[in-house]
């Protein structure tokens, strides 16, 4: 799936090549996300599942951080504040719910490019709900991306995925997922304002967790009998792309420009494709490429329009 620029601290914090090498560092990590995903459903674990878990795994892995150094932001917490977080926890649920379901169906080349327009749509709905005004370079960043991702679309291809070929269904439910992201990052915008970056991402990480294990149960899924791989995959989605990367960008955006940070980030799919190649034997065509291509270059002239507070990818 998938957050944002805090105040800058003096560079001499720490050595000029730290925040570069957390921006390496959590481009790779993200972009093992779809892999991690892949390889879990080839191994026939439902997608729904596959969600509550990389979820419930960030959340268990910060609980014991929050309660022994964030309990005074815990008792501070206002009602308001639990009631946004449960609201952008319902649509991060949604998020991964849909983007991780499209890899059943299409190419993880189409399903990570087509997420990460999540910022696009962040300039088409920040007018409507957040009365922000719809610039120039959004507009024309729009056009690119709207063109390249007819061509996605156009593609046809999907490698192998795990359920069946149809990158129509996949790329709509990755499109869906994000609109969702979108939506979350500007709930995002009202409670990061209150809240420390630590404690925000616990609450909105625990509640979508909840939320889809909750979904699990009702559905009756399988959780339990599933190959020891699967469980593997999962944990490493929560560790990985969940923890390891969205903290890398996180720290990254303590000393570096947000529009910077937010254009680094738009490697998450070319590092997805190249795995996919290497990991999944997934190779792109070329109407692919120059549509993938037209949608990063789209995202990243919208950007010169935007300035979030935290920066947190889709995968």
């Known amino acids: 799936m998938t957050e944002h620029a805090q105040a800058v601290p003096s560079p001499a914090v720490a050595p000029n090549w730290r925040?570069?090498?957390?921006?390496?560092?959590?481009?790779?990590?993200?972009?093992?996300?779809?892999?991690?995903?892949?390889?879990?459903?080839?191994?026939?674990?439902?997608?729904?599942?596959?969600?509550?878990?990389?979820?419930?795994?960030?959340?268990?892995?910060?609980?014991?951080?929050?309660l022994s150094r964030h309990r005074h932001e815990l008792r501070a917490l206002a009602w308001r504040d639990l009631k946004w977080a449960l609201a952008s926890g319902i649509v991060l649920g949604l998020h991964f719910a849909t983007w991780i379901t499209s890899l059943e169906y299409t190419a993880v080349v189409n399903s990570v490019v087509i997420v990460t327009t999540a910022p696009l749509w962040v300039a088409m709905l920040a007018p409507l709900f957040?009365?922000?005004?719809?610039?120039?370079?959004?507009?024309?960043?729009?056009?690119?991306?709207?063109?390249?991702?007819?061509?996605?679309s156009l593609s046809g291809e999907t490698g192998a995925p795990p359920t069946r070929h149809d990158p129509l269904l996949g790329n709509g439910l990755a499109l869906v997922g994000a609109v969702m992201a979108a939506i979350y990052f500007m709930i995002g915008r009202r409670l990061r304002s209150r809240l420390g970056l630590v404690v925000y991402i616990w609450l909105v990480y625990s509640a979508a967790a909840i939320i889809l294990v909750l979904v699990v149960a009702a559905a009756g899924l399988q959780v339990t009998g599933l190959?020891?791989?699967?469980?593997?995959?999962?944990?490493?989605?929560?560790?990985?792309?969940?923890?390891?990367?969205?903290?890398s960008f996180n720290y990254a955006l303590g000393f570096l420009p947000a529009a910077y940070v937010s254009l680094v980030v738009l490697g998450e799919p070319i590092g997805s494709g190249l795995l996919a190649i290497i990991?999944?034997?997934?190779?792109?065509?070329?109407?692919?490429?120059?549509?993938?291509?037209?949608?990063?270059?789209?995202?990243?002239?919208?950007?010169?329009?935007?300035?979030?507070?935290?920066?947190e990818p889709s995968g």
Not at 141 to 146: E, F, N, Q
Not at 237 to 245: A, I, R, T
Not at 293 to 308: F, N, P, R, Y
Request: cysteine-free.
């Open 19 to 66: 925040p570069f090498i957390a921006l390496v560092v959590g481009v790779l990590a993200v972009s093992t996300a779809a892999i991690f995903i892949r390889l879990a459903q080839n191994e026939s674990a439902p997608s729904l599942v596959l969600a509550a878990a990389r979820l419930s795994v960030a959340a268990v892995t910060l609980t014991p951080v929050v």
């Open 130 to 152: 957040l009365g922000e005004k719809l610039g120039r370079w959004s507009i024309a960043g729009l056009v690119l991306a709207l063109v390249g991702g007819v061509l996605v």
């Open 227 to 247: 190959p020891g791989k699967a469980y593997l995959w999962m944990l490493l989605m929560g560790l990985v792309p969940q923890l390891l990367g969205h903290s």
């Open 279 to 311: 990991f999944l034997d997934e190779w792109p065509v070329l109407i692919q490429i120059i549509g993938a291509a037209l949608i990063l270059v789209g995202i990243g002239v919208a950007s010169k329009d935007q300035q979030v507070e935290k920066i």
